[in-house]
């Protein structure tokens, strides 16, 4: 199972590289992300199950890796800011962040990931996950137009869930 999933996922790198350009924009960070996503991919390939795409498991799984490390990203530079001294950033009590937290809101975001109606969903995991409007239309047999729609009230109320 481990070398077909193996085989899998070397067909999907290229994919893999443009969404993570889309996250990162950044070449070296999307090369980065794709690394990451990659060694997660194989060291959970016993949690892979045939009856699930392949290719939405993967950009799932960098979707999450990409939105965890933004929380941490996020964190570390609002502790720094929040730093007086400026002699004591490389000191772990002035970076430390929480990983439970950390945790916590990524499980918040998935959640209302999830709370979404089927059709807000799909529509908009196809879109975070580098589909294009046309693509994702033309998969879903639905006007461009209801795409745009959908993807524009997905994120409206994910904006709305996580100001709460």
């Known amino acids: 199972m481990k070398s077909y999933l193996s085989e899998k996922l070397v067909n999907e790198q290229k994919n893999l590289f443009k969404i993570a350009l889309k996250f990162t924009r950044d070449k070296d960070e ?31 799984m960098m979707r999450n890796i990409f939105f965890n490390d933004c929380v941490k990203k996020k964190r570390v530079m609002e ?8 002699y004591n950033l490389g000191e772990n009590s002035c970076l430390s962040h929480n990983d439970t937290e950390t945790s916590i809101e990524l499980n918040q975001i998935n959640g209302y990931i999830e709370s979404l109606k089927p059709e807000l969903k799909e529509v908009f995991l196809m879109h975070i996950a580098g589909y294009k409007y046309n693509d994702i239309a033309e998969k879903m047999n639905i006007p ?21």
């Open 144 to 164: 461009i137009g209801t795409v745009k729609s959908r993807i524009h009230k997905s994120r409206s109320m994910l904006k709305e869930n996580m100001k709460r």
């Open 79 to 86: 502790h720094v800011i929040r730093c007086d001294d400026i």
């Open 30 to 60: 999307a090369n980065d992300l794709v690394q990451e996503t990659s060694l997660k991919v194989l060291d959970n390939y016993n949690k892979y199950h045939a009856d699930i795409s392949f290719k939405s498991w993967i950009f799932i």
